[in-house]
Every structure is written in structure tokens, then in C-alpha cells.
């Protein structure tokens, strides 16, 4: 069983103003600040079930590979993933099938690509050539691609070899042999480059080698155990395919079309995409290059739009969690607009733990980025079937993380208001409850915060406590049987109060808060099942007499009460001794109550007491004696509501304490849930229960 919250209401609601609300308000939302289940953290993990992503200005980390022409794209992609290399290879601007079986060797060499023209030594490529001072330059393809005169320039800046062929087959293969040995390969086709160039980054990775093939035959090539058709059947034909698997174990991986295939590489293939490469599926140069960048920093490359990632790629974001995007090309290749996009938003994985730091003001994600000085974690839909875990907690839809006081703040906000008090009813009252106490509570819960739809509430007792999407049929179904429905009285929404058990006589509002309402008044309850209690206090609060050659340490080592009477020795510094830096209370001679309020309790409360100053000197002297007047409710309020649990109590003066023994838990104003209980496993329905703790008013949904 739950326990319950004492109480749902202070001083303040009584002061509030209420005033009439359409039962459409029933549909609205509701914020809840959390710290009830979360406390005051610099740290801890959120984890999304379903789809989650972080919204805001620039959430995702991101970076464009961008130049005038092709070769100065190259060339900034090789000064993003190189320094000083000791090979270069130099690929002609137009032999697309080169470059992408060229890749896997350049990763394996630890080399950039740079492109050229035919026929000379482009000037940009030499100057980055330069720049780069390496011994080695691999020259891909036959003096048609890449000129004699433009190696004799290159000759210049390194030791010189090439790969060439007859064919783009045969310089393929002539690649592959350079390799050296590999237990799988990729056959592609030699006539459409970007399914190869979607699988460059893992087959570099991976030491396999890319082989070309025409579509309908392939070349005389010496297959590996295993082999990886890209593309469909319509690029690598069924007769391709049947011929390699005369010596080989086939995987084929394909698509509808390219932007699929290369989002199916990815998949398939089970790459991590936290870190993604998006290249234009048009522009082959930019994509070829960067796919090399891309395995150095052992992630995949996908192929997009100028303007959208499409579905399938957008798919592999979503599954995949992906938080950095890395840009090939100007904006004619991927659009300011999709690059924006991109930049203000990112999806969290599912069902993986991400950590929340806050320092120096600042929120991050570890391993992911710093934020501001809050973040902001949406669903895709507000869905059951989305839900987020703080510190172990589960709510659904949006939650803001924010720095307040130095902490991590969460808000679970605009949650849909009649789902707020799902979270809200079985928190209050334990959910194992008679369906009807239930429905009692959830017309309450509603009636007290409607006023506060569109506004950010607490999830503590101070207002209601909330526990998010932990629901449960019985006060789910409760909730959902009175939608909509709340007390009024004269067409006013009444002030909802209610508390765990009142004692057996419910309380008048204004022997509480000074404000007589009709239908809060005090009478027996017959139901209620008068839960007891004790407290006792210490007459000697000190183990010793005063001995003023004591040091502080000492005074506080032996107090026998300290929790218990912090809160009398704070008051006492705040009304009564406001020069003095500290107190010790030494001995309790008399507690005494008098009166009787409506609710038959005790209306006022003497505590005669006497204590020690603590002098400039940091020692305690000076005995002081005094007698405290207060209200019951103050003294209750003093010494906490979870040591003096109800007003309704009695003293009685033993040889070395007082004993306090009482009945009831909360301020008895309102509706008790016990008492809900009983009547409700007597019979009585959520109305009738209503109407005995709130006589007078209207159960209503207008």
C-alpha cells in the first residue's frame, strides 16, 4: 500500500481566488515542476522509450565540408582528417569508379584523396599537396585519367607509384591486389557510383576490398568466402549473383533507390550512426571524398537531398539516435534550410541511458554536447508509447531541463489535464483503493488544481503530488469515470482541501485558515477510522547542566531531541532572540493545550522551556527561561506535520518526558481518505461520499 500525503493544501489555497471554469477546461494542460522523486541533482540519466528528440537552437553538433569547386571540397575534407600524411592519392575529377575502389587502400594507407585534372596537375590540389609535404603519392587509373605531365609535377612532392587497368573492372581488381589478403569483399556496379560510394566507409573500415562489376556478367575475379552485393537487381543482376554464389556466401543489400540502399547499408550492416555523413546522392565527387572522412572517424555515410534527408534516411535517424551531422558540399549540395533543421534538433535512442551533468551553469549530455543553461527533450507524438525515465521515473511527452540553484530542474510540461491527474489520484490515495474512494479523490484532485490549467504546478504536498505515467487501472478508471466533473458551490468552484484521516471529526476551514467556508465545516465522522498516535518529547534536553568551558561541538553531541525541536529553537531565534547567532534548549518544564475549536481540538498550546545563548567567544551561557503561546496549528507547523500529525490531540506530563497522543493525520479540513475508504467498502458511492465532506455543493460538469 501507498502511503498517503498528509496533506494537499497550506495557507495559500485558502487564499486563493477561484473562479468558474468550463468543463472543456478538462482538456487542456497542465506543467509540473519536478523535485518530489528527483530532489536537488547535479546528475542523473533520462531514458526515452519510443521516439524522443532534443529540441532548440543548435542542440546538434554540426559541420559543413564546403569549397568553390570540387577540388578545394577535397582538399578541405583532407585537411579535416589529415595532417601531415605520408601518401596522398590522386584520383582524376571524373574517374568516379577509381576513386570509389581507391577508398578502402586509401583508409588502409591512412591517405586523403585529392582529385586533378587529365591532363595536368590541378593547382589547387598541388598547393594542398604541399601544404601536406608527403613521401609517398598513389596515382589511381592509366595516363588517360591522370596525365604523364601530371605526374612528372607530382613527382615533385613524393615518390610516385600507380595503379592502373584496361578497365575500371581491371583497376578494381589491380586494387584489391594491393590489399593483400581479405576474407570478405563488396561487388558493386561499375555503371552507378552511389550505392558504392554509401559503402566505402564500411568496407574501408573493414579492410574489403571494392570490386566493379558490369551488370549481367562479372569479371574474372578471385572471390573471398564472403561477399556483399550493393544495390538491387537492376544495378547487379540475379545472373551476377548466382555466378558469385558458385564460390561465395552472398548478402545482398539493396533499395528502392539510392537513398534507401543507403540507408539499408547502415541498417543491415548494423553500423553505429550517432555520428552521421550526409552527402549529396547527386554529386558524386563530394560524396566519394567524404566517405573516406567518414571511415577515419568510423561512421556512416548516407546519401540525401538538397533539401530533405528522405524517409528512409530519416529512419535511420530516429532509430539511431543520431546527434552530429557532418555536411559534404556548399548549399547547392545540402540546403541552409535542411542544415538548420538538422542543427535544432536530434533524436535520443531508444531505451539507452543518457546522463544530464549541469556545471558552471551550463546543462550537457555526456558524450554528446553542452547546452545553455536548459534543454529541452520532446516526443515525436504525445503518445503512451512514448515515455521518458527521470532518474528512474516514467512521464510522458515534453520535458525542460533547466538550472535552478544549481541543480537540474526538470518540467514535464503541457501534459493533457485529465492525464495529469492520472498521475496525480493514485499518488494521493493508494490505487489498491474502492474504485469509489477513488472516484472521490479524482474529483477532488480535480476540482482543487483546475484553476491551475496552463500554469507550472509543483508534484510536491505543497500542492499535489504527481508521479507522472505511473498509472494504474483502478484510479485510471476512476479518473476517466468522472472526467470533466467538479464540485461547485453557488456556481463557484469550491476549495477541494482533503488529508489522510481526520480522527473521527472533521475540521471548520476557519479554525485552520481564518476563512469560513459553508461547506468546510466541522462535524463527527463516523467512518473515519481514527488512526492514533504518539509523540513524546524530553523534559531534559541536555545530558548535562551548563558548563560554559564547553565548546560548541560538545553542546550539539548532546542534544537528545535535536529533530524534533529545530524547528522551536528556529522560532525562538527568529521571534524572540534575533541578535543571537545560536540557541540550546536545555529543558521542557510544561506543555500544555486549551480550548477547543468546532473540530473538537485543542486551540492553543503553552511549551514553557528554558535554553542557552551561545556568546561571542563560540561557548554557550546565560540560562534564559520563557513560556511560548501559540495556535495548534502553529506548534503543529513547528514541530512538523510528520511528528504532530493532527491538532487533535492531548498532552500528558510523565516523570521524564510528555506524551502527545492523538488521532488522525493532516489538518481535517475537507474530505479524509480513510474515511472515503470505509465508506466506500460500505457502500456509499464517490457523490455521496463528496457530499458528506463537502455538504452543500453541486457535483458538476459545468
Known amino acids: 500500500m501507498k502511503k498517503i500525503s498528509l496533506t494537499v493544501t ?30 536537488n541533482k547535479t546528475s542523473f540519466n533520462m531514458t526515452p522509450s519510443g521516439l524522443y528528440k532534443v529540441s532548440g537552437t543548435n542542440v546538434s553538433s554540426m559541420a559543413r565540408y ?62 594542398q599537396i604541399k601544404k601536406m609535404n608527403p613521401d609517398n603519392i598513389l596515382i589511381i587509373g592509366g595516363t588517360k585519367s591522370v596525365s604523364s605531365a601530371a605526374e612528372k609535377t607530382l613527382k615533385k612532392y613524393g615518390k610516385i607509384k600507380r595503379i592502373s587497368g584496361k578497365s575500371r573492372y581491371a583497376v578494381s581488381q589491380n586494387i584489391a591486389k594491393e590489399m593483400g589478403n581479405y576474407r570478405q569483399a563488396i561487388v558493386a556496379t561499375g555503371s552507378i557510383f552511389t550505392d558504392s560510394a554509401s559503402v566505402t566507409p564500411y568496407a574501408a573500415r573493414n579492410g574489403y576490398p571494392i570490386l566493379l562489376t558490369k551488370k549481367n556478367s562479372l569479371p574474372t575475379y578471385k572471390l573471398p568466402s564472403k561477399v556483399i552485393i550493393v544495390g538491387g537487381e ?50 558524386f565527387t563530394d560524396a566519394i571524398t567524404f566517405s573516406l572522412l567518414a571511415a577515419k572517424n568510423n561512421s556512416p555515410m548516407v546519401l540525401v537531398k538538397e533539401n530533405s534527408l528522405t524517409s528512409p534516411v530519416t529512419s535511420v535517424v530516429k532509430k539511431q539516435g543520431t546527434y552530429s551531422f557532418q555536411l559534404s558540399g556548399g548549399t547547392k549540395s545540402i540546403s541552409s534550410s ?49 515515455v521518458i525515465r527521470v532518474n528512474g521515473k516514467p512521464y510522458l511527452g515534453k520535458m525542460n531541463f533547466a538550472v535552478e540553484s ?157 529533530n524534533q525541536l529545530k524547528g522551536l529553537k528556529n522560532w525562538i531565534l527568529k521571534n524572540k532572540e534575533t541578535s543571537a547567532s545560536d540557541i540550546k534548549i536545555a529543558t521542557i518544564s510544561d506543555i500544555s493545550f486549551s480550548g477547543k475549536t468546532k473540530g473538537q481540538r485543542g486551540k492553543t498550546a503553552s511549551v514553557k522551556l528554558s535554553y542557552h545563548l551561545k556568546n561571542k567567544t563560540g561557548s554557550y551561557s546565560v540560562n534564559k527561561s520563557t513560556t511560548l503561546s501559540f495556535k495548534m496549528t502553529e506548534l503543529r507547523s513547528i514541530l512538523g506535520a510528520t511528528n504532530l500529525k493532527s491538532t487533535y490531540a492531548s498532552v500528558k506530563n510523565n516523570t521524564n518526558d510528555f506524551t502527545i497522543s492523538g488521532k488522525g493525520y493532516g489538518h481535517g479540513v475537507g474530505m479524509s481518505q480513510y474515511g472515503a475508504k470505509v465508506r466506500a467498502e460500505s457502500g ?19
Do not use: C
Not at 94 to 113: C, G, M, R, V
Not at 482 to 503: D, F, M, P
Not at 508 to 522: C, I
Open 406 to 562: 544549481g541543480y537540474i530542474r526538470p518540467t514535464n510540461e503541457n501534459i493533457p489535464f485529465e492525464d495529469y491527474l492520472k498521475g496525480v489520484v493514485p499518488n494521493e490515495m493508494p490505487a489498491s483503493w474502492h474504485v469509489e474512494a477513488l472516484k472521490a479523490q479524482a474529483v477532488a484532485a480535480r476540482t482543487y488544481s483546475v484553476n491551475s490549467i496552463g500554469k507550472v504546478v509543483p508534484d510536491t504536498t505543497a500542492f499535489q503530488v504527481y508521479g507522472g505515467y505511473n498509472w494504474y487501472t483502478n484510479s485510471t478508471k476512476a479518473v476517466d469515470a468522472t472526467k470533466g466533473k467538479v464540485l461547485k458551490y453557488n456556481n463557484q468552484l469550491i476549495s477541494a482541501t482533503y488529508y489522510s484521516s481526520n480522527g473521527g471529526y472533521t475540521e471548520a476551514s476557519e479554525e485552520v485558515w481564518s476563512s469560513a467556508l459553508p461547506y468546510l465545516v466541522a462535524k463527527a465522522d463516523t467512518k473515519d477510522p481514527k488512526n492514533a498516535w504518539t509523540l513524546k518529547l524530553s523534559k531534559t534536553q541536555l545530558s548535562k547542566s551548563l558548563d560554559t568551558t564547553k565548546p560548541a561541538s560538545w553542546w550539539s553531541q548532546t542534544e537528545a531531541n535535536a
Open 684 to 702: 456509499s458511492s464517490y457523490s455521496s461520499i463528496l457530499s458528506f465532506y463537502y455538504p452543500g455543493t453541486k457535483l458538476t460538469t459545468n
Open 66 to 127: 564546403d569549397g568553390k569547386n570540387r577540388y578545394e571540397v577535397a582538399n578541405n575534407i583532407a585537411s579535416a582528417g589529415w595532417k601531415n600524411p605520408s601518401t596522398i592519392v590522386i584520383v582524376n575529377r571524373d574517374a568516379f569508379a577509381d576513386a570509389i575502389s581507391a577508398t578502402p587502400l586509401a583508409y588502409k594507407l591512412n591517405a586523403p584523396i585529392l582529385y586533378t585534372n587529365a591532363e595536368r596537375l590541378t593547382k589547387t590540389t598541388e598547393k
Open 10 to 39: 497550506t495557507l495559500i489555497l485558502l487564499l486563493l481566488v477561484f473562479v468558474p471554469r468550463d468543463a472543456s477546461a478538462a482538456s487542456s494542460t497542465i506543467s509540473v515542476k519536478l523535485s518530489n522523486y528527483i530532489g
Open 234 to 283: 537492376k544495378s547487379v543482376s540475379k545472373k551476377v549473383e548466382t555466378q558469385i554464389k558458385k564460390t561465395s556466401t552472398v548478402q545482398r543489400i539493396g533499395g528502392a533507390n539510392r537513398y534507401e540502399v543507403s540507408a539499408n547499408i547502415v541498417n543491415d550492416l548494423n553500423m553505429n550512426a550517432n555520428k552521421l555523413y550526409l552527402a549529396n546522392g547527386s554529386i
Open 338 to 386: 535542411l542544415q538548420k533543421k538538422l542543427s535544432n534538433e536530434f533524436y535520443l535512442k531508444n531505451n539507452k541511458d543518457y546522463q544530464l551533468n549541469v556545471s558552471n551553469g551550463k546543462i550537457s549530455i555526456k558524450g554528446i554536447k553542452t547546452f545553455g543553461s536548459s534543454v529541452r527533450v520532446v516526443p515525436e507524438k504525445y503518445s503512451t508509447k512514448n
